[in-house]
């Protein structure tokens, strides 16, 4: 059986893995954010005043409103934060989960704000949330609480193409992002660029092509990007070579999947991967869409053969490995487990998935940490890209696919007459194939995400402090050279 992208897998949402885990002694989720910008801060030379603006939220949405579910009226909270909005339109997703709330939202449009100033999107960052379990409700009751959000944020001026784009997170995805664009399209009937008011989209919608696997396939380029510089396999002991890997990956949803799906196309064996109900583990390598197969059908990992069940779903992250990839929720790995991870690196493919206490100690282990900001800025990047298609009004290679064909064909007729030897059919469609949309859509996410990863490296080694500090001082200079060039940031 094909496998199906997991945008279309609608298992029951829960509270994060290994909930209940977090100590009440550790950092809340915003003041981790905000420890590590502080960190990051001191270092960067950037003004107090600078640093102060930028640290705090410009401005924040709560709003209730009222859905009536069997015969009985329930009150439905929703966030949306943008916390700088030193470039517009500010960007972030909108993710559905009952443990939403301010403090939450606030912490990852944060992230967002950093997220794209490192890898260069030109957006400011944004965050929303709703307060509910998706689980819980109709695919009908599900929609009345998409679209009347969706009328508060209208009324509020908090979406818009050149103001506001959300795009899916935890809990959404390409469809509750239709109903959003639909009812904004109500309120905006005769604005040429409404399809671009949100991203994530389906493709017949105005989607781009390779949204959906754009963060995992982010992480698989940034983890590719840093194993290949002689530092780090000099520090780790690893080959550099992918084939080499042994990835341990918890979480198997839209980031996780795809993610575990570019590492085994390439060669790695993915020979652990953790979820709510338990974690299975295979030393000799995992088969990635049987597995996604079977969860598929089963609704879990549980009776899956072929791999060894461990019940405990956070005892996969203390297992043995060669890159430990978190691709759940925030604060998984904290201080109940940091001393226990075995990685020799971590690739940050969630939102805030190491608390401050836990990074130093793994830091103090020797583990290299490929930050969030940096890793799993795959989605914002092809956002963009979906965001610029939509206000170009124009599939991307329409314009080029043809003419480049036409030229590649002319130089495969040059070769094989000064060769002597005529190219098979297969070979010249192989090399005079045009790009297509996902063509261009990995080869400009995988640009971004080497420039990217080169930055934060080279600010690493210049400065002598780990990945993630140097990826939050390259962000923090970034915004600041915009809110200090603006001339506007301390108005009497």
């Known amino acids: 059986m094909k496998a199906l992208s997991p945008i279309h897998l609608n298992l029951k949402y829960s509270n994060p893995i290994g909930s209940g885990a977090c100590e009440d002694h550790e950092p809340s989720f915003l003041k981790s954010v905000d420890m590590y910008f502080d960190k990051a801060a001191n270092i960067s030379g950037v003004s107090s005043k600078t640093l102060s603006h930028m640290k705090a939220p410009d401005c924040m949405l709560k709003v209730t409103f009222p859905i009536e579910i069997d015969n009985e009226v329930e009150i439905i909270t929703g966030y949306r934060v943008h916390h700088s909005r030193h470039m517009l339109p500010v960007k972030g997703g909108i993710r559905f989960a009952p443990d939403v709330d301010e403090q939450e939202v606030n912490a990852l449009a944060a992230l967002m704000t950093y997220k794209c100033a490192v890898v260069d999107v030109p957006f400011g960052g944004a965050k929303g949330g709703i307060s509910v379990d998706p689980s819980k409700y109709t695919e009908a009751e599900l929609e009345r609480i998409t679209r009347r959000y969706t009328v508060e944020l209208c009324q509020k001026a908090f979406i818009g193409p050149g103001t506001d784009v959300p795009a899916p997170d935890v809990g959404t995805g390409a469809r509750e992002m239709s109903w959003i664009m639909d009812t904004y399209r109500q309120f905006h009937p005769n604005e040429v660029d409404s399809i671009g008011c949100v991203t994530g989209?389906?493709?017949?919608?105005?989607?781009?092509?390779?949204?959906?696997?754009?963060?995992?396939?982010?992480?698989?380029?940034?983890?590719?990007?840093?194993?290949?510089?002689?530092?780090?396999?000099?520090?780790?002991?690893?080959?550099?070579?992918?084939?080499?890997?042994?990835i341990i990956i918890q979480g198997f949803g839209k980031v996780g999947y795809w993610a575990a799906k570019f590492f085994e196309?390439?060669?790695?064996?993915?020979i652990g991967i953790g979820e709510r109900e338990c974690g299975v583990y295979n030393p000799n390598g995992l088969n990635i869409d049987e597995l996604f197969n079977y969860r598929l059908s089963h609704g879990s990992f549980l009776g899956v053969?072929?791999?060894?069940?461990?019940?405990?779903?956070?005892?996969?992250?203390?297992?043995?490995?060669?890159?430990?990839?978190?691709?759940?929720?925030?604060?998984?790995?904290?201080?109940?487990n940091a001393d226990k991870i075995k990685a020799k690196i971590v690739g940050e493919a969630a939102n805030g998935p190491t608390t401050p206490l836990a990074d130093e100690i793994l830091l103090k282990k020797g583990i290299l940490v490929i930050p969030d900001l940096l890793l799993n800025a795959g989605g914002v990047t092809v956002s963009y890209f979906e965001w610029l298609k939509n206000l170009s009004h124009m599939r991307f290679g329409r314009m080029t696919k043809k003419w480049d064909?036409?030229?590649?064909?002319?130089?495969?007729?040059?070769?094989?007459?000064?060769?002597?030897r005529n190219l098979s059919d297969t070979e010249k469609k192989q090399i005079v194939q045009g790009a297509e949309e996902t063509d261009l859509v990995y080869s400009?996410?995988?640009?971004?995400?080497?420039?990217?990863?080169?930055?934060?490296?080279?600010?690493?080694?210049?400065?002598?402090?780990?990945?993630?500090?140097?990826?939050?001082?390259?962000?923090?200079e970034k915004v600041a050279a915009v809110y200090e060039g603006s001339g506007i940031m301390f108005m009497n």
Do not use: W
């Not at 196309?265 to 993915?270: D, F, S, Y």
């Not at 064909?405 to 002597?420: S, Y």
């Not at 995400?449 to 002598?464: F, G, V």
């Open 265 to 270: 196309e390439n060669g790695a064996k993915i």
């Open 201 to 246: 989209k389906p493709i017949s919608l105005g989607g781009v092509r390779g949204r959906n696997e754009a963060t995992g396939l982010g992480v698989y380029y940034g983890i590719r990007e840093f194993i290949s510089y002689p530092e780090v396999q000099k520090h780790t002991g690893l080959s550099g070579k992918i084939e080499d890997l042994r």
């Open 444 to 476: 400009g996410l995988e640009d971004t995400m080497i420039s990217a990863c080169s930055e934060t490296r080279k600010t690493a080694i210049s400065k002598e402090i780990d990945y993630r500090t140097a990826a939050f001082v390259n962000a923090i």
């Open 405 to 420: 064909e036409f030229g590649k064909a002319q130089i495969v007729e040059l070769v094989e007459r000064n060769v002597g």
């Open 305 to 336: 053969p072929n791999a060894d069940i461990i019940e405990d779903p956070l005892k996969v992250l203390n297992l043995e490995c060669d890159v430990l990839i978190p691709a759940a929720l925030e604060r998984q790995i904290g201080l109940r």
